[in-house]
Structure formats: structure tokens, C-alpha cells
């Protein structure tokens, strides 16, 4: 069993729907998450930390449950400049600077 | 600001060939790391360094080798260069304990053939 796991997609919606992403993650120890984008081509980049209560950036909606071991995107009001491959993240405890990354999950907003 | 610096953007090696993947901050972090991307596989981590004189092992070290001299420099070296060692590369470093944000170089998409 691959320690992240994402639904590879592709996720083809409409501009304006909103999207959910999921994440599991299969040891209980870690400690930090976090979703990456990366366009096409291009480097990974931090979108949001996710953290235990949930946190909202803008349109963007993280949620961790502990229990379940599993990690969630919420995307709102989708816009085509969010087409891209959503990688779900997590950091061991004591193991610093080995992220571990999902293979990602790509979203293609279209007209 | 130039963030992490990656050197070079492409490369093609012919089995066996040696070559050294330059990466550069400029933004005094401790931690810094080399990773590997291929299809379907996510991201592999093959190498870190949690500060200048200490390297260790990632998920994936064969065939690949690091040092960490400086603070800002963590060169990655192939011994000697095998097809299944196209892919695409990219360096990260982080502040503090590593627990926060990774900033990544572009990448070196290398292909042995």
C-alpha cells in the first residue's frame, strides 16, 4: 500500500462547480499535510497547509481527519487557471524534510 | 529573489556517463533535499541534508550521491548514468525543522539514453 494515496483523475469540471479532493495516508504518525499544485511541466508549489480544525484560503477549503487518515481539498467556484495536478503531502514526525507526496490528483476546468 | 536555483534545465547522458545536478538557495535554509519525479510514481525522495556536513539517505539513494560543503549548495551526482535514471529531478529546501513550506527548484529533466 503506497503511504499517500490521491484518485489520479483527471477531474474534468465546468468553470464555476466546486471540486473535492481526497487524500489517505497510512501512517498514523505524521504529523504535518499539505496540498502542492504543479502546472504542467512545472515545479510543485505550496497551496495551503492543512491543519486539525480546517482551514479556508479564499476558495480553497482543507479538512484533516486524524481518525480516518485522510486529507480533503475543497475547491469553490472553480476557475481555469486552477487546472492542474493537486498533490497531497505529508510530513513524518522526526523525520524533517522527507515529505512524502501522493502521485496527485489532476483537475481540468473548462469553459 | 531566486529562491532555489536548479542547473542545468535539460540533459541527455549516454549509459554510464557521470554528471553533477547543480542546486542553489539563497534563502539560508537548513533543510534541502533531492527528489525524483516519474509517472505514476509521485515524487521519491533520494537524498536530504539537514544542515552543511550532514547528508542522509531517501527513499531511492541508489546510484546517486550528495554533499552538503555550504549552506546554500547541495549538489547531486550520478555515478554512472542508467536509463532508469530518466526522469525528472528537483531540488527542495526548507526552513527550520522541515515542517513547513518546501520551495523547489524548476526541475532537470534528464534522460540516459
Known amino acids: 500500500r503506497k503511504e499517500v494515496e490521491q484518485d489520479p483523475g483527471p477531474f474534468n469540471v465546468p468553470e464555476g462547480a466546486t471540486v473535492a479532493f481526497n487524500c489517505t495516508y497510512s501512517?498514523?504518525?505524521?504529523?504535518?499535510f499539505f496540498w502542492y499544485r504543479q502546472d504542467c511541466r512545472k515545479e510543485p508549489k505550496l497551496l495551503m497547509s492543512?491543519?486539525?480544525s480546517g482551514n479556508e484560503d479564499g476558495r480553497f477549503t482543507a479538512q484533516l481527519n486524524r481518525a480516518s487518515q485522510y486529507i480533503s481539498l475543497l475547491i469553490r467556484d472553480s476557475k481555469l487557471s486552477d487546472s492542474a495536478t493537486y498533490l497531497c503531502?505529508?510530513?513524518?514526525?522526526?523525520?524533517?524534510?522527507?515529505?512524502?507526496f501522493g502521485t496527485g490528483t489532476r483537475l481540468q476546468v473548462t469553459l | 529573489n531566486a529562491g532555489v536555483t536548479q542547473t542545468p534545465k535539460f540533459q541527455v547522458l549516454k549509459t554510464g556517463q557521470s554528471m553533477t545536478l547543480q542546486c542553489a538557495q539563497d534563502?539560508?535554509?537548513?533543510?534541502m533535499s533531492w527528489y525524483r519525479q516519474d509517472p505514476g510514481m509521485g515524487l521519491r525522495l533520494i537524498h536530504y541534508?539537514?544542515?552543511?556536513?550532514?547528508?542522509d539517505q531517501g527513499e531511492v539513494p541508489n546510484g546517486y550521491n550528495v554533499s552538503r560543503s555550504t549552506t546554500e549548495d547541495f549538489p547531486l551526482r550520478l555515478l554512472s548514468a542508467a536509463p532508469s535514471q530518466t526522469s525528472v529531478y528537483f531540488c527542495?529546501?526548507?526552513?527550520?525543522?522541515?515542517?513547513?513550506?518546501?520551495?523547489f527548484g524548476q526541475g532537470t529533466r534528464l534522460t540516459v539514453v
Open positions: 541534508s539537514v544542515g552543511a556536513g550532514i547528508t
Open positions: 501512517n498514523s504518525a505524521s504529523q504535518s
Open positions: 492543512v491543519y486539525s
Open positions: 534563502m539560508n535554509h537548513e533543510y
Open positions: 503531502v505529508v510530513n513524518q514526525a522526526g523525520t524533517a524534510s522527507k515529505l512524502t
Open positions: 527542495a529546501s526548507s526552513y527550520g525543522q522541515g515542517f513547513g513550506e518546501a520551495f
